[in-house]
């Protein structure tokens, strides 16, 4: 989570910052009666206010923030049946590692873990081990952490004294650089060249030595939405191997493709099936089509997962490994997810994701056909795409159409690309469920209307583009 400040506005008598104004009507039956004292924003107030009252300040302030169906920049799940709303406020008091006090719950997290392990081909699917986390950002963390503990018990006659590595495209999601910066691993990172926008394997394999924990390879980038190359990434450390005798291991990091290939690209080699693939990570909440607040990692084997980060809890007077950066969190994703699987089978996840694809194509199909842009990735591997302005476009950028957007309720993120490509902004559209056509129809109607405009400004109106927006991932 980001950190934030504390009191920086101007206080009140007591210290307290600017007060919160009580409606007369917010009165349970007198409206004067229910007058309160206005409570203040920056500390406890000095008594209670009724549950109505209270209800309708936080309700009224959060009534300025955007549309969630609207934001075309998250990933995140902004859309799930009532049903699965049901069952969350169901399990939302449930403390998921109490797994003694709630053992169902603990038993669909297990189901769970066990349909992602043959989703994914695991060899042995009863013999891949996984758990639950609070998103892919755990998730990584976790498989970063086998990942090195594995380097240094292979290397201990050298460790602590050599510093490990890792090696990701510069494309990578922030995680990935929090995990170095926290686990003191020095990040290797592959550059962007001409219309490569992700890792390339044989510049990877050559950023490996002695001393490389693994390679990240990313199945969906959230720069453009396009998949890295995994099978190719993992030929390139055989040949390495072949070569140095270094045995590199690989992470997938398939935040969003891992729920979205398995469906719709079924001939793509990406997952256990390569013997090189460690461990996978994926965002249950993104294309998993859950709310907020899960992820899942699993490993091929128990191999993968040294032993020593596991720690154990009694559960059911037996032995429960647990192996998790945070204790105590809600159950209720864990059950959402497992209510996602069950409802929606593999038939129905691939109508979902294959409904998903074909609004990203028909829209970036209409982007292109403006004329003003010029598509980088056109939403057929995730449904994602990624656009820049024509090269005779010199009245406006990317970032005046996402301020332009954003008027109309639409998130549209807009961002520099990394290095070596730092020349090239674009915007992005992630195309989730609940995007539906409709909904792309009047997005294009929208972005048809500020058009306009656009073309007639004398230059492009952004001054400062590090703060033009505040999406990049």
């Known amino acids: 989570m980001p950190l934030h400040p504390g009191n920086s506005e101007a206080p009140d008598d007591k210290g307290g910052g600017r007060r919160l104004a009580v409606n007369p009507f917010y009165g349970e039956t007198n409206p004067v009666s229910g007058m309160t004292e206005a409570p203040p924003t920056h500390r406890l107030p000095d008594a209670p206010l009724s549950p109505s009252t209270a209800y309708q300040l936080v309700h009224d302030e959060l009534m300025l923030d955007g549309n969630s169906r609207l934001n075309l920049a998250t990933f995140v799940t902004t859309w799930m049946e009532p049903q699965a709303g049901v069952l969350m406020a169901e399990c939302r008091d449930k403390n998921m590692i109490d797994k003694d006090e709630y053992p169902r719950t603990a038993e669909l997290e297990r189901r769970c873990v066990a349909m992602l392990a043959d989703l994914w081909n695991a060899p042995d699917p009863t013999a891949a081990v996984g758990c639950s986390t609070t998103g892919s950002s755990e998730a990584c963390m976790l498989a970063g952490m086998a990942l090195k503990r594995r380097w240094a018990t292979r290397n201990a006659d050298r460790y602590p004294g050599a510093r490990p590595n890792l090696v990701m495209g510069v494309n990578v999601q922030v995680c990935w650089e929090k995990f170095c910066n926290f686990w003191e691993v020095e990040p290797r990172l592959v550059p962007m060249e001409g219309e490569r926008f992700h890792l390339d394997p044989g510049a990877a394999a050559e950023l490996c030595d002695e001393n490389t924990i693994g390679v990240v390879g990313i199945l969906g980038s959230t720069f453009d939405g396009s998949y890295e190359p995994i099978a190719d990434l993992c030929a390139a450390l055989d040949a390495l191997q072949e070569r140095t005798g270094l045995d590199v291991p690989v992470h997938v990091d398939g935040a969003s493709g891992a729920m979205v290939a398995p469906f719709l690209d079924e001939d793509l080699v990406w997952d256990f099936r390569l013997p090189r693939v460690a461990s996978i990570n994926t965002s249950g909440h993104k294309y998993g089509l859950v709310y907020p607040g899960v992820g899942w990692a699993l490993w091929r084997d128990g191999a993968a997962l040294p032993e020593e980060l596991v720690f154990r809890v009694n559960y059911l007077g037996g032995d429960m490994p647990t192996f998790a950066l945070n204790f105590s969190r809600p159950g209720a994703q864990v059950v959402a997810q497992y209510y996602s699987f069950l409802r929606l089978g593999r038939e129905g996840y691939r109508a979902v994701q294959q409904a998903s694809r074909d609004v990203a194509r028909r829209v970036a199909d209409a982007v292109a056909k403006l004329g003003d842009f010029r598509l980088l990735t056109r939403g057929d591997e995730l449904p994602v795409f990624a656009f820049t302005t024509a090269p005779d476009v010199r009245a406006y950028d990317v970032f005046d159409v ?30 989730r469920n609940g995007f539906s056509e409709d909904l792309g129809e009047l997005f294009l109607e929208d972005l048809g209307r500020v058009l306009p405009e656009l073309r007639r400004q004398p230059h492009p109106f952004t001054q400062d583009r590090g703060a033009a927006t505040g999406f990049h991932h």
Do not use: H, I, M, Q
């Not at 996402?402 to 195309?431: M, Q």
């Open 402 to 431: 996402s301020r332009r957007l954003r008027e109309k309720g639409w998130l549209v993120p807009a961002y520099t690309f990394p290095p070596n490509r730092e020349d090239l902004s674009v915007l992005r559209v992630v195309c």
